[in-house]
């Protein structure tokens, strides 16, 4: 029972009448949902900085490199040539969606009904929260990575399903083993959540793993949810495949503009696939929010046109990559050589754990994100993040520097 502070209360003559209380019971939802991880990590770089440590965060995956200059500088330009078209659509603006469609087209060879298998979205976040509502009801099951994005589960708990956490393991080249989910739960199972390239293991699936996944899925009847496009084009060597590109059916996919054009603060993102997953989306999302606003949209579709400034940034992360890598190794550290996104998947030194390797880290004014903090307990207890921290590699190349001078200098392990 959460109990608020005294209300106090007016009369018609607006004088005080103390001592009226009033009693807020939250919601068992709110009750039993922890606080944000990395919410948790900002709060924890706050605190620092007040005591004047001069922090370099590694935390949470917020890029520091501004978005492409002619995104900015076409911002007013759009905000006033919409400046009296009033709510934006729901779903997305004609032109918009159909950037998306050319954009996917160009780039996986995959070919989108703009009318019918696309829908815009408020980044990709609010799109994985709220796509449970689509298909969960009470009691229903949906599969879950671990370690993985939270609102795959906080959004199944939100829609009143039961998550089953599937853990991304070294030993399976951090895939998912659904062939080792028991049948009871694959019954039961309305969604298998999927996010390739991975955060935070920066794993790459294969052609054959998308094939057999699919094949399962179709035989238990489980959707497969597809986060993959938050990273998709920041890899360091094979490009990466959509999954649209082995099917549609039954599959629906995540984009964001967040990592691939550094447009976190925009808002704006896409869902594509299965047309009766996305006319199911859709009406849920219309239900809940009022859409991207259209100027946004209008400079996203710029953004996702242009492909020069992609390579560029392929680079900068492959080169903060190797200082930190390096750093790493030279004190003895295992080396995690990821395949693609801008995270590093640490393993801590045999003996300890990844908490004791972020607190290490925290002691020389690096903050990173204990892998436990990221990763749920399968059932047979067994939390595949214990052993590990997540880096970002989003601070400045100068900062990666000095963070690789404090590591090979002042690190204690």
């Not at 309305?190 to 390739?196: A, L, Q, R, T, V």
Request: charged content about 25%; proline content about 5%; aromatic content about 10%.
């Amino acid at each position: 029972m959460f109990i608020a502070e005294a209300l106090i209360l007016r009369d018609g003559n607006n004088n005080k009448q103390e001592g009226t209380y009033m009693n807020i019971q939250l919601s068992q939802r709110i009750q039993t949902t922890g606080k944000y991880a990395f919410a948790a990590i900002d709060e924890k770089v706050a605190e620092l900085q007040s005591q004047g440590v001069k922090v370099i965060d590694f935390g949470v995956g917020d890029p520091k490199t501004p978005p492409p200059s002619f995104v900015i500088e076409h911002l007013n330009q759009f905000a006033e040539k919409r400046k009296t078209t009033g709510y934006p659509s729901y779903i997305g603006s004609k032109e918009f969606r159909q950037a998306c469609a050319d954009y996917m087209k160009r780039e996986f060879d995959i070919a989108l009904n703009v009318e019918t298998e696309i829908c815009s979205t408020i980044g990709s976040k609010e799109a994985v929260f709220h796509f449970p509502l689509t298909l969960v009801d009470e009691g229903d099951v949906v599969i879950c990575p671990s370690p993985g994005y939270p609102p795959y589960k906080n959004g199944t708990r939100f829609a009143g399903g039961t998550v089953y956490t599937a853990p991304l393991l070294e030993e399976n080249k951090f895939l998912i083993d659904f062939e080792s989910i028991p049948q009871e739960i694959c019954d039961k199972a309305k969604i298998i959540w999927i996010n390739y390239p991975n955060s935070p293991t920066g794993a790459m699936a294969t052609d054959d793993w998308y094939k057999q996944l699919i094949a399962w899925a179709r035989k238990n009847n489980i959707v497969i949810a597809a986060d993959e496009g938050c990273y998709i084009e920041i890899y360091f060597d094979k490009k990466p495949k959509s999954i649209l590109a082995f099917g549609k059916e039954g599959i629906i996919t995540f984009y964001s503009m967040s990592k691939r054009n550094n447009m976190t603060m925009f808002r704006s993102g896409f869902v594509a696939g299965d047309e009766k997953l996305v006319a199911a989306f859709k009406k849920v999302k219309t239900n809940i929010d009022s859409g991207t606003p259209t100027f946004i949209q209008d400079v996203s579709a710029l953004a996702l046109q242009d492909t020069n400034h992609i390579e560029g940034m392929r680079k900068e992360y492959d080169e903060k990559r190797a200082i930190i890598l390096s750093a790493f190794e030279k004190k003895g550290l295992p080396l995690c050589k990821s395949d693609s996104t801008f995270y590093i998947w640490q393993k801590a030194p045999q003996g300890k754990t990844g908490e004791d390797l972020a607190n290490s880290l925290v002691d020389i004014g690096i903050v990173v994100i204990p892998g436990a903090a990221i990763s749920d307990a399968t059932a047979s207890g067994i939390n595949p993040g214990q052993n590990y921290v997540r880096l970002a590699l989003v601070p400045t190349l100068d900062e990666i520097k000095e963070a690789a001078k404090r590591i090979a200098e002042e690190l204690v392990l």
